[in-house]
Nanobody, 115 residues
Framework: QVQLVESGGGLVQAGGSLRLSCAVS????????MGWYRQAPGKQRELVAT???????NYADSVKGRFTISRNNAMSMVYVQMNSLKPEDTAVYYC?????????WGEGTLVTVSS
């Protein structure tokens, strides 16, 4: 069973930074991609950033230039460095992993950005 555990969320002032981490464990069958999504109150879950097994990266337009996704070589950790945070970045952030058998999600970590 695959488990994803996020950490690093919290309360930060606008303009501040946070780094989220996601630890991956369990039986994984060929990782295709790892990434971060977020869900703000009253809104649908949306893509933040993904990094594929070949290293290619995709960012949502709203976070380009401010957020940086990375992972370790073993693909057991995925991170997102979030800089220049804005109140509209407030959301629950979810770690996601896609392997050959499907998608897996963490429980989420709350990021609150105060103005």
């Amino acid at each position: 069973q695959v488990q994803l555990v996020e950490s690093g969320g919290g309360l930060v002032q606008a303009g501040g930074s946070l780094r989220l981490s996601c630890a991956v464990s369990g039986r994984i069958y060929g990782i295709n991609a790892m990434g971060w999504y977020r869900q703000a109150p009253g809104k649908q879950r949306e893509l933040v950033a993904t990094i594929r097994s070949d290293g290619s990266i995709n960012y949502a337009d709203s976070v380009k230039g401010r957020f940086t996704i990375s992972r370790n070589n073993a693909m057991s950790m995925v991170y997102v460095q979030m800089n220049s945070l804005k109140p509209e970045d407030t959301a629950v952030y979810y770690c996601n992993l896609e392997d050959s058998k499907g998608h897996y999600w963490g429980e989420g970590t709350l990021v609150t950005v105060s103005s």
